[in-house]
């Protein structure tokens, strides 16, 4: 899972133009300012070509925060 955590800091920090970004399993869009709707399309788009998963729609709207992420992709990801 701490492979996980890093890329997915890296894909966090590229999708929202802040290097000083770091998620864990209880990280919410209520923790990062820029967090809206249209960025979380983004940031579905790049965790899903970084590890390789498609999310079904509703895993995208029933995720709570970034652990149950991380728990879907340690899953299904095929790029690990």
């Given at each position: 899972?701490?492979?996980?955590?890093?890329?997915?800091?890296?894909?966090?920090?590229?999708?929202?133009?802040?290097?000083?970004?770091?998620v864990?399993?209880?990280?919410?869009?209520?923790?990062?300012?820029?967090?809206?709707?249209?960025?979380?399309?983004?940031?579905i788009?790049?965790?899903?070509?970084?590890?390789?998963?498609?999310?079904?729609?509703?895993?995208?709207?029933?995720?709570?925060?970034?652990?149950?992420?991380?728990?879907?992709?340690?899953?299904?990801?095929k790029?690990?």
């Amino acid at each position: 899972m701490e492979a996980i955590y890093e890329r997915l800091n890296a894909v966090f920090r590229d999708v929202f133009d802040d290097e000083d970004i770091v998620v864990n399993a209880a990280t919410t869009s209520d923790d990062i300012e820029d967090w809206d709707s249209i960025e979380h399309i983004n940031l579905i788009g790049a965790v899903e070509d970084e590890f390789g998963v498609r999310f079904k729609m509703g895993e995208v709207s029933g995720m709570k925060n970034v652990g149950e992420m991380a728990e879907i992709i340690s899953k299904r990801a095929k790029k690990l």
